[in-house]
């Protein structure tokens, strides 16, 4: 296994081919060009419930900013620019000239594991039988687990990650697992509301919906999700080796506005209220942070602002 390091460590995230066994770790695209290409796969498509197991506790305010994420990603209600329903449909271009139409994504059930089915220190195995609690057609399941649970290579090598399952028939459903790294790891994945671990000392930001490790989690949720639906099960839109894959959010790791570089996440909106940093207005008056996505008309990463 290639455990991934770095000075500078942003959101990684991990794809698992049908049967749930890690292949191996994402990596930074220093080296790459920037030119994401389709390699003729499944793309998700039609009408996808995003469905959250919440293992572990999570109190109903913590998850309602996540809940009212999702419901921003197709809510053409929010007026104000820029809204993370306009972000989202950035990925419609990954569709065009696919003959795959751009799937919808709302809000499904949730699903309340807090009496910790698989312990309180997981495996990557333990995610997708997890995952598997929540719908198993036309989903993505969001396995979210709790500050007090530790997941295997949580923080040394990933922050989340996204698969498919559980075989390789037309079943299939998608999975995505993050982690509340508050405690843990909050320089590695819940960068740029925390300090970078060991990079360049640039302040924290101050996180829009009040409490570090929640937007780290929305973030990483951000990119997991578009990486799901553009590269559900490794064969869609990726750069790199399959193992590896930079995905749609994943290629441009660290930016989220004009002019960011390493340590800078780039110029974003403030809300005088609180000093907290967006990029992205959602449903219920909320702002997000939400990563650039690689836009495959300019060969570049596009941000909201
Ligand atoms: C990106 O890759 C595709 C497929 O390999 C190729 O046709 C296209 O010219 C490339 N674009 C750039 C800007 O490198
Ligand atoms: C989770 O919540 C339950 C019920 O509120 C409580 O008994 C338990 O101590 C909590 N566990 C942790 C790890 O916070
Ligand atoms: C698809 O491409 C065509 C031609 O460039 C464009 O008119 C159309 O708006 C595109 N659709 C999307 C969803 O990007
Ligand atoms: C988790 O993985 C470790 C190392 O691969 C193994 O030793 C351990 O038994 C596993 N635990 C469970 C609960 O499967
Ligand atoms: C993550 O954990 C921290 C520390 O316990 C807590 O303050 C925060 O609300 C948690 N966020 C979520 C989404 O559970
Ligand atoms: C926001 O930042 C400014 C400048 O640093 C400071 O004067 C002000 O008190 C801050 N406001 C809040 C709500 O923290």
Redesign the pocket.
Known sequence: MNYFRSSLFFPVCLIILSLGAPLSYGDLAEEL?M?L?YHNGALLTGSITVNFIWYGNFTASQKSVFTDFINSLSDGSVKKEPSVATWWKTLNKYYNNTGISFPTLTLGKQIDDNSYSHGDSLNISDILPIASSGQQQNAINVVMTSVDVGVEGFCISRCGLHGSGPDSSQNRFTYIWLGNSSTQCPGQCAWPFSQIDDGPSTAPLVPPNGEVGTDGMVVNLASLLAGTCTNPNGDGYFQGEPETPLEAATACPGIYGKRAFPGYAGDLLIDPATNASYNAYGVNNRLFLVPALFDLTV?GCATTV
């Open positions: 060009p030119n290409t060969f």
